[in-house]
């Protein structure tokens, strides 16, 4: 019975422990931030950050949005290219086509306002789906309990949450490397 009073003192101590090095890391990244996100970033939310954190599946989820988020960000940046490329082309044929000057620069000129056009009109489909993406990512760690996280669009908000983000990924690298030893 003793042992079991024991091993439980042992892992509330060791939790106890891991609680205060979490905070106590927290701390340190808030101070290296500019000033003005340092006052958005109490003190009681890098506590309840830290509590959190003791559950390690928070470390995945984080993983696991950012990789989403790039493998998003990367389809987009190769559709744009590939739209970009497309234009490219259809000004390169026309070039070489057989229509006469001065036919051919305003018809150059035309295709290359309708290609900014469409250039315009895709770079506002990417934002609008960065936005949404973001969007549920919030919900995502809303919905895991992770403090300082709901579905907002206040862009300090969002920067707040963006520092935290890169706070937990930060901290999954330290905590690894310490609970290794």
């Given at each position: ?42 003190n ?6 830290a ?9 995945s ?71 949404e ?26 920067q ?5 983000c ?7 690298l ?8």
């Amino acid at each position: 019975m003793s042992s079991s009073l024991s091993s439980s003192a042992d892992n509330q101590n060791e939790t106890q422990s891991r609680l205060y090095f979490l905070n106590e890391q927290l701390q340190k990244m808030v101070k290296e931030l500019p000033r003005k996100y340092q006052q958005r970033i109490p003190n009681e939310l890098l506590c309840e950050l830290a509590e959190c954190l003791l559950d390690e599946t928070l470390y995945s989820i984080v993983k696991e949005l950012t990789d989403i988020q790039h493998v998003t960000e990367k389809q987009m940046f190769q559709k744009r290219l590939e739209m970009i490329n497309k234009h490219s082309v259809g000004i390169q044929k026309l070039l070489k086509s057989d229509l006469v000057e001065p036919g051919k620069t305003e018809t150059r000129l035309k295709l290359q306002a309708e290609h900014r056009k469409n250039l315009r009109d895709f770079d506002k489909k990417i934002v609008t789906e960065l936005d949404e993406k973001r969007r549920e990512q919030q919900n995502t760690l809303h919905m895991a309990g992770v403090p300082g996280f709901d579905v907002t669009d206040d862009a300090s908000r969002i920067q707040v949450q963006i520092r935290l983000c890169d706070f937990i990924i930060r901290l999954s690298l330290i905590d690894k490397k310490s609970t290794d030893m």
